[in-house]
């Protein structure tokens, strides 16, 4: 049997930093990171999801000033999964550690899930003890855990986070599953029971503004309710099929004069409408599964400090060098007889 693969702390660590507008962050996550995990073999990888801010140059700074920084960069804003995939997918040590770019999970608490990934854990995930968000979004939260975990029996790390550790090569499996949302929660514990949580301290955040709104949030969790769960849908088809059949029989009922015509068709009126909507919202469920199907790619990425896949980039190294700059607005210059071709 071959050894049991080294914990982090042996092994080495890649730390993937998802970035969307975060100029006022970078820095401070950057000093953090170094000073509280600096002494592990490390990597930082930024991801750039096509922030407009200046966030990109920030970045650029920090890897000048320090050879362990590197990051992609993508061609627009892809998302927070396509972000923190595209980190996943190129990190280059055995382990990952996912960190926010606005430090409301402080680099420090990075230790206890390292200690704990030691003890032969594939994933290890924070919890937020004492959660510093805003009503509403623990709420949701605490909705979305509910509604998946209990009525639609799917399995998650209880009350898991984006701060987490996984080994790279996990990652990757789940990365290259391609997946239109990775669902990333959901499919760690379908390739693995060696995963677990630990409790980590949590801060609001300082600088900037969140970038996942709940109207985001509330489209993931019915994407992951309905393709991870099938209970959601198999129920509403269920429903529209029953409202319909019953919507039959009462109409044959009314029609042969077995039911006063009054409550027929109020009753009539009732269940078809049931039945339309039950059945608006299974097309809406399947358009969702639809969306959420494996597609080729994606982000694309238009520059990086490490080596990426020909097929993410969206410019090869033949095509004319695209730049960051928009082109310069100019008035038309072409004679009459081009402005014909
Ligand atoms: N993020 C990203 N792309 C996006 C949205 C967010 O890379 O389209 C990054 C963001 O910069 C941050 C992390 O994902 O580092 C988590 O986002 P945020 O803090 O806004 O989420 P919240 O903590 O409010 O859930
Ligand atoms: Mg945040």
């Not at 979305?144 to 209990?150: I, K, M, N, P």
């Not at 990757?172 to 630990?198: C, E, N, Q, W």
Request: aromatic share 8%; charged share 20%; glycine share 8%.
């Amino acid at each position: 049997m071959s050894a049991e693969p080294a914990g982090p702390a042996e092994a080495g660590l890649s730390v993937v930093i998802p970035c969307y507008n975060e100029i006022d962050n970078v820095d401070h996550v950057c000093a953090e990171v170094l000073a509280e995990l600096g002494h592990l073999d490390l990597e930082l990888i930024f991801v750039d999801d096509g922030s407009s801010d200046g966030t990109l140059d920030a970045i650029k700074r920090l890897a000048m000033a320090d050879s362990r920084v590197h990051y992609i960069s993508f061609t627009r804003n892809f998302g927070f999964e396509a972000a923190f995939s595209a980190g996943y997918r190129y990190a280059r040590r055995p382990w990952i550690l996912h960190l926010d770019a606005d430090q409301q999970f402080p680099a420090a608490e990075a230790r206890r899930l390292i200690e704990v990934a030691g003890h032969g854990y594939d994933a290890v995930f924070g919890v937020r003890n004492d959660r510093k968000d805003p009503l509403a979004r623990r709420l949701g939260t605490a909705a979305f855990h509910f509604v998946a975990a209990r009525m639609l029996r799917i399995e998650l790390p209880k009350d898991a986070t984006a701060f987490r550790l996984v080994r790279t090569s996990l990652a990757r499996k789940i990365v290259d599953l391609r997946l239109g949302t990775p669902y990333f929660l959901a499919t760690v514990p379908r390739l693995t029971s060696r995963y677990t949580t630990v409790p980590v301290e949590h801060r609001a955040r300082l600088r900037g503004e969140s970038k996942v709104g709940l109207r985001w949030l509330a489209g993931h969790a019915i994407g992951l309710f309905v393709s991870v769960g099938r209970r959601l849908t198999t129920l509403a088809s269920v429903t529209a099929l029953g409202a319909s059949a019953l919507a039959l029989l009462f109409a044959l009922l009314a029609a042969t004069g077995l039911l006063a015509p009054a409550a027929g068709g109020a009753a009539l009126f009732v269940l078809v409408a049931t039945a339309l909507g039950v059945l608006g919202l299974t097309v809406r469920f399947l358009v969702v599964i639809a969306a959420s199907q494996a597609r080729p790619r994606l982000f694309y990425v238009r520059e990086a400090t490490v080596p990426v896949d020909a097929a993410d980039l969206l410019f090869g190294p033949a095509d004319p060098a695209p730049t960051n700059d928009l082109p310069e607005q100019r008035p038309a210059t072409r004679s009459p007889e081009q402005a014909r071709t």
